[in-house]
């Protein structure tokens, strides 16, 4: 039954009795742009900016970067893109902020807090200016998400910078334990939210993603992790704004039935696995999902919670 669905896997993400999911590809470099955007999706779920500002000397100008991000609308015309924006800081430095010293990087200055100093605010201002005017200038759908976000003010004055410029749909990455855990609140300020499961695995659990030896604590399948999941999902069913996953837990196919079973409205994921998930997906129905979805929160550790569902 898979084999067969895998190899009619095509069009819009849906469950075997037609529940919509929307499947979307992350992107985090030019040179990937052709191969992500010939996969079969309804578009962009991620995309990565930071190969703009890392590794160069000084920042990319605006003109710079409305071409860049053009070209990305250009390649998903008619479909839909979400920018995330520069999430540098920590351990990703940039050469031209002054970053100062950082006991714990991972805990720091990272993603939209950069945005705290007046040298973070005029980056973070140049790209919203770069993104409005490369989205008007290809009509795209795009929208724009926010790194690293820990409390609902925090969701709440990206959306409105955001709108400022421009930005009709602005969201928050769920990535911090504290914004799961307040997704309710987070989502009254802005229009959608995107779980980080690679961070929000990592916070949760207290677990150094660059760490190998913690590999099983950054399991995806924790089910600390799905509880937090659960709750953003829930959040976003009773707001009736989309909650997605653009972490890494979306490209596993029997995980990404759970996380639909949780509640999430779409997944984004590496544009390779975008075939085997939809083909998981479209023998399961809605139901089963949640079914799923059940079984992995009541485990004891990842590895029972990927047994009980493998199992189901
Ligand atoms: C994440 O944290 O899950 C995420 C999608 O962002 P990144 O991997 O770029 O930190
Ligand atoms: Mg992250």
Redesign the pocket.
């Known amino acids: 039954k898979r084999a067969a669905a895998l190899a009619s896997s095509r069009g819009p993400g849906r469950t075997a009795d037609g529940h919509a999911v929307q499947l979307l590809v992350?992107l985090?470099s030019q040179a990937d742009l052709a191969a992500a955007a010939a996969v079969d999706s309804e578009g962009v779920g991620?995309f990565?900016t930071?190969f703009l500002f890392l590794d160069r000397e000084t920042a990319p100008t605006v003109d710079e970067q409305v071409e860049a991000y053009g070209q990305v609308f250009a390649a998903f015309t008619g479909r839909k893109v979400v920018v995330?924006t520069l999430?540098a800081g920590a351990d990703k430095p940039l050469a031209f902020v002054d970053h100062g010293e950082e006991p714990n990087p991972a805990l720091g200055v990272r993603g939209i807090r950069l945005a705290r100093t007046e040298a973070g605010a005029a980056l973070l201002d140049g790209q919203l200016t770069a993104i409005a005017a490369a989205a008007q200038r290809h009509s795209a759908d795009v929208w724009v998400m926010a790194?690293m976000v820990a409390t609902p003010g925090e969701a709440a004055a990206f959306a409105d910078r955001c709108r400022a410029h421009g930005i009709l749909t602005a969201g928050t990455?769920i990535?911090v334990p504290a914004a799961a855990l307040r997704a309710s609140r987070v989502l009254e300020g802005c229009d959608f939210a995107?779980?980080?499961?690679?961070?929000?695995?990592?916070y949760t659990l207290a677990a150094d993603?660059m760490n190998g030896s913690l590999a099983e604590l950054l399991d995806p399948w924790q089910p600390a992790l799905l509880d937090l999941v659960s709750l953003a999902a829930e959040a976003g069913r009773e707001a009736e704004k989309p909650v997605g996953v653009?972490?890494?837990?979306a490209s596993d196919p029997l995980l990404a039935c759970v996380l639909v079973g949780l509640g999430v409205t779409s997944l984004?994921m590496a544009p390779t696995a975008v075939a085997a998930v939809r083909a998981e997906l479209s023998t399961r129905t809605l139901s089963d999902c949640a079914g799923m979805a059940a079984e992995a929160l009541h485990a004891e550790d990842a590895a029972q919670a990927r047994r009980l569902v493998a199992a189901y």
């Open positions: 992350n985090g991620l990565r930071e995330r999430d790194p990455m990535e995107s779980l980080g499961t690679n961070d929000l695995g990592q993603r653009c972490g890494e837990a984004s």
